[in-house]
Nanobody
Framework: VQFVESGGGLAQPGGSLRLSCITSGFTFTRYDMSWYRQGPGKERELVATINPSSRVTYYANSVEGRFTISRDSVKSAVYLQMNDLKPEDTAAYYC????????WGQGTQVTVSA
């Protein structure tokens, strides 16, 4: 089981980034997929979850209306479109599969700063 996150970087407040997570080693179409984040000095928190039918089942209150999770079963990938970024979105972002909760990728760093 592997997750390779990418797409992070430096963004200005109000800017946008699109994160990607390419997965391998399991049957992607069977499981919920989620994005988590861990900000400096903070606990890792759940950001968004999408089910195998591409129905979004959770957004954290802090990102609802600004972030959009999606998935591509052909590419075994999950995405996080992040708009109207705020400094408090600064964090390392990780994807996770509901069927393999102990597996994490290396994450991708998002820094929001003017």
């Amino acid at each position: 089981v592997q997750f390779v996150e990418s797409g992070g970087g430096l963004a200005q407040p109000g800017g946008s980034l699109r994160l990607s997570c390419i997965t391998s080693g399991f049957t992607f179409t069977r499981y919920d997929m989620s994005w988590y984040r861990q900000g400096p000095g903070k606990e890792r928190e759940l950001v968004a979850t999408i089910n195998p039918s591409s129905r979004v089942t959770y957004y954290a209150n802090s990102v609802e209306g600004r972030f959009t999770i999606s998935r591509d079963s052909v590419k075994s990938a999950v995405y996080l479109q992040m708009n109207d970024l705020k400094p408090e979105d600064t964090a390392a972002y990780y994807c996770r599969c509901s069927g393999f909760p102990t597996y994490w990728g290396q994450g991708t760093q998002v820094t929001v700063s003017a």
